[in-house]
């Protein structure tokens, strides 16, 4: 058995969240759940967001044909990106937004690390939908 780490070998574990007018909302549970979710699942117009500068979870906004996120929609995925980061019980949290074609994985990167380009940056306050 190889000691070497084979990526993307398992189904990654995900929360979903579904915002009104029928959004979903994917953030991974771990590093190599955040690398399958960011690098092989998203498309490349969906929205993708990160607390700034804390460990977290990657999150994705799938995006909808013929429509675009409102900005109450993108500040709630933003929401739920602070939330699954260790800035949970912060008040109001930086998060890094952008399409997830900008999000690229270097070589030989440590597993949930990326690099984005084009970002916005959205101040929110963590939180998490209720059903």
């Not at 993307?8 to 955040?34: K, M, Q, T």
């Not at 977290?56 to 900005?71: F, M, N, Q, Y």
Request: with cysteine; aromatic share 6%; net charge positive.
């Amino acid at each position: 058995m190889s000691s070497g780490t084979r990526p993307f070998n398992h189904a990654p574990r995900l929360h979903e969240y579904r915002l009104p007018d029928d959004w979903i909302v994917l953030a991974g549970r771990s590093d190599a759940d955040n690398d399958i979710l960011s690098i092989k699942l998203a498309a490349p117009n969906d929205w993708w967001f990160h607390v700034r500068g804390t460990p977290g979870s990657h999150v994705v906004l799938k995006a909808r044909p013929g429509r675009e996120p409102d900005r109450g929609t993108l500040r709630q995925a933003a929401a739920i990106a602070a939330y699954h980061s260790k800035a949970k019980n912060a008040g109001v949290v930086p998060v890094a937004c952008t399409q997830a074609r900008y999000v690229t994985k270097p070589r030989g990167a440590k597993p949930g690390t990326v690099q984005i380009r084009k970002e916005t940056i959205i101040k929110v306050r963590p939180g998490v939908p209720h059903s």
